[in-house]
Nanobody
Framework: QVQLVESGGGLVQPGGSLRLSCAASGSIFSVYAMGWYRQAPGKQLELVAAITSGGSTNYADSVKARVTISRDNAKNTVHLQMNSLKPEDSAVYYC??????????????WGQGTQVTVSS
């Protein structure tokens, strides 16, 4: 089992910045990638950014120039720095940990979600 605890969401004005953090605990040795997803009302869950255990990153085109994902291996924490926020970035943001539990067995763990609202 992997437990994920998110922090850092809130209300921010357009053009502002937020930093989300996700602390992982438990069987973290099985995790090979972590990322952030978001879901706005009436929309599908979408990937925002992800980072592998080796440090490779992947970003959604809609946020690529404004978002940076990073990880602190010593603290088992992943951060999502979001700049130049837009109202369309408003959503519930979920931390994800992708784990390999066996030769052909994979599992996704999810955090409880944190609300990000971009509004004046």
């Amino acid at each position: 089992q992997v437990q994920l605890v998110e922090s850092g969401g809130g209300l921010v004005q357009p053009g502002g910045s937020l930093r989300l953090s996700c602390a992982a605990s438990g069987s973290i040795f099985s995790v090979y990638a972590m990322g952030w997803y978001r879901q706005a009302p009436g929309k599908q869950l979408e990937l925002v950014a992800a980072i592998t255990s080796g440090g490779s990153t992947n970003y959604a085109d809609s946020v690529k120039a404004r978002v940076t994902i990073s990880r602190d291996n010593a603290k088992n924490t992943v951060h999502l720095q979001m700049n130049s926020l837009k109202p369309e970035d408003s959503a519930v943001y979920y931390c994800n940990a992708a784990a390999k539990l066996g030769p052909d067995t994979f599992y996704n763990y999810w955090g409880q979600g944190t609300q990000v609202t971009v509004s004046s």
